[in-house]
Antibody, heavy 120, light 110 residues
Framework: QVQLVESGGGVVQPGGSLRLSCAAS????????MHWVRQAPGKGLEWVAF????????YYADSVKGRFTISRDNSKNTLYLQMNSLRAEDTAVYYC?????????????WGQGTLVTVSS | QSVLTQPPSVSAAPGQKVTISCSGS????????VSWYQQLPGTAPKLLIY???KRPSGIPDRFSGSKSGTSATLGITGLQTGDEADYYC???????????FGGGTKLTVL
C-alpha cells in the first residue's frame, strides 16, 4: 500500500532554514509528480509546491517562491522541501502528497504531516 | 483569501443529506476536474471525490460530487456522526499553474 512519511519538522528561529523529507513506498515513485501542502494551526489547506515525476518542472506558491525549493531523489524514493528565510507565517503542518495525474490537482495519497514552528 | 469559495460551515441531523458548494472561475473549476478531500479531526486529508464525481475505492456511495460551469458540489447522504470533518474542494488552476483549494467547510452532524 502507498505510504508517505514526512520528517524534518521542528522549531526554528525566524530567518532560519529547515529541510523536510518525505519517504515514499508502495508505488513507483519515479513515475509520479509530488506536492507539498501546508496547514497553519486552525486554518485551511495551502498548496506549497509541485515537482514533476522526473524533476524537470517545479511550481511554487507565491508565498514561498524564492525561499523554498522542492526536489526529489528517485533513487531514494524521497521528496524534499528546502525552506530558507523562514517566517512566523510559515508555521504549519507540512504534508507531502502524491499527484494522481498531472494537471488535475488530484492528490490521491497524503502523508501524516510534520509540524514546522517558526518562533524566537 | 482562497481562490475557491466554500461556505465555512454546514450542519444537519444524522440520517439527513447535506451539500457543500465550491465556487471558482473559468481558469480553475470551469476547465479542470474537481477533487474533494475529507479531513477528520487531527488527521491528514483524504481524497474523497476525484474527476468531479468519481469515488476512490473504499469511499461509500453516500458521498457524491457534481460540477456545473464554474461551481462544484459535494453531497453526503445518510449522515453519520463519523462524517463530522472539514471538507475541501481542490483543482488545478490553468492560469496560475498551481493547485488551488477552497477555504474548507466544517460539517457538524447535530
Amino acid at each position: 500500500q502507498v505510504q508517505l512519511v514526512e520528517s524534518g519538522g521542528g522549531v526554528v528561529q525566524p530567518g532560519g532554514s529547515l529541510r523536510l523529507s518525505c519517504a515514499a513506498s508502495g508505488f513507483t515513485f519515479s513515475s509520479y509528480g509530488m506536492h507539498w501542502v501546508r496547514q497553519a494551526p486552525g486554518k485551511g489547506l495551502e498548496w506549497v509546491a509541485f515537482i514533476r515525476y522526473d524533476g524537470s518542472n517545479k511550481y511554487y506558491a507565491d508565498s514561498v517562491k524564492g525561499r523554498f525549493t522542492i526536489s526529489r531523489d528517485n533513487s531514494k524514493n524521497t521528496l524534499y522541501l528546502q525552506m530558507n528565510s523562514l517566517r512566523a507565517e510559515d508555521t504549519a503542518v507540512y504534508y507531502c502528497a502524491k499527484d494522481a495525474r498531472l494537471g488535475t490537482g488530484r492528490l490521491d495519497y497524503w502523508g501524516q504531516g510534520t509540524l514546522v514552528t517558526v518562533s524566537s | 483569501q482562497s481562490v475557491l469559495t466554500q461556505p465555512p460551515s454546514v450542519s444537519a441531523a444524522p440520517g439527513q443529506k447535506v451539500t457543500i458548494s465550491c465556487s471558482g472561475s473559468s481558469s480553475n473549476i470551469g476547465n479542470n476536474y474537481v477533487s474533494w478531500y475529507q479531513q477528520l479531526p487531527g488527521t491528514a486529508p483524504k481524497l474523497l471525490i476525484y474527476e468531479n464525481n468519481k469515488r476512490p475505492s473504499g469511499i461509500p456511495d453516500r458521498f457524491s460530487g457534481s460540477k456545473s460551469g464554474t461551481s462544484a458540489t459535494l453531497g453526503i447522504t445518510g449522515l453519520q456522526t463519523g462524517d463530522e470533518a472539514d471538507y475541501y474542494c481542490g483543482t488545478w488552476d490553468s492560469s496560475l499553474s498551481l493547485v488551488v483549494f477552497g477555504g474548507g467547510t466544517k460539517l457538524t452532524v447535530l
